[in-house]
């Protein structure tokens, strides 16, 4: 089944089903970096498809659905007053032995904890813009901002993300 897309508008708007189907796995995805945890991502996901039945004719009739439900998504992960349940983390003296896998990249596994600490809306930027691969535009589209609010966010939460690896690296001295 394909998707209507911006450039394809001779095909029909696809039907709920059929949306939810398709996108599920990259809306989970994006709920699950945006979270950090799979508990909150299925809840994250499954309240925005809520939302997004809810309004299915506008959504359908957008010139990108997928635009407009990650706008969904992100802004219900941005303002959502339900506390993640990071609180419930452990601190340890040493980080647990983890095996990886060949070819894995080492870089991302010691980044994401930095991340995932992030506060939301700066947590959103990255996840949107580097695991994602979002435009500036996309991104200030899906949070309902301006580009240069994404620009000054994304130069917020690397400055702290650097910041936070170079404690992590001086502590580990």
């Given at each position: 089944?394909?998707?209507?897309?911006?450039?394809?508008?001779?095909?029909?708007?696809?039907?709920?089903?059929?949306?939810?189907?398709?996108?599920?796995?990259?809306?989970?995805?994006?709920?699950?970096?945006?979270?950090?945890?799979?508990?909150?991502?299925?809840?994250?996901?499954?309240?925005?498809?809520?939302?997004?039945?809810?309004?299915?004719?506008?959504?359908?009739?957008?010139?990108?659905?997928?635009?407009?439900?990650?706008?969904?998504?992100?802004?219900?992960?941005?303002?959502?007053?339900?506390?993640?349940?990071?609180?419930?983390?452990?601190?340890?003296?040493?980080?647990?032995?983890?095996?990886?896998?060949?070819?894995?990249?080492?870089?991302?596994?010691?980044?994401?904890?930095?991340?995932?600490?992030?506060?939301?809306?700066?947590?959103?930027?990255?996840?949107?813009?580097?695991?994602?691969?979002?435009?500036?535009?996309?991104?200030?589209?899906?949070?309902?901002?301006?580009?240069?609010?994404?620009?000054?966010?994304?130069?917020?939460?690397?400055?702290?993300?650097?910041?936070?690896?170079?404690q992590t690296e001086g502590?580990?001295?």
């Amino acid at each position: 089944m394909a998707l209507r897309s911006p450039a394809r508008t001779d095909l029909p708007p696809p039907s709920y089903e059929e949306y939810v189907g398709a996108r599920w796995t990259a809306l989970y995805r994006t709920a699950y970096l945006l979270t950090g945890n799979h508990a909150d991502a299925e809840d994250l996901a499954q309240a925005t498809l809520v939302k997004a039945y809810l309004a299915w004719p506008k959504v359908a009739a957008a010139s990108s659905p997928d635009a407009y439900v990650r706008r969904i998504l992100t802004n219900a992960f941005v303002s959502s007053r339900r506390p993640l349940r990071v609180s419930r983390e452990r601190l340890v003296d040493q980080a647990p032995e983890v095996d990886v896998p060949a070819g894995h990249d080492d870089d991302r596994l010691v980044l994401w904890p930095h991340v995932a600490a992030l506060p939301p809306r700066q947590r959103a930027v990255i996840v949107l813009r580097y695991y994602e691969d979002l435009t500036e535009q996309q991104i200030a589209d899906a949070l309902g901002c301006s580009p240069g609010t994404v620009k000054s966010t994304a130069s917020d939460a690397l400055r702290a993300l650097r910041g936070r690896i170079a404690q992590t690296e001086g502590e580990r001295s």
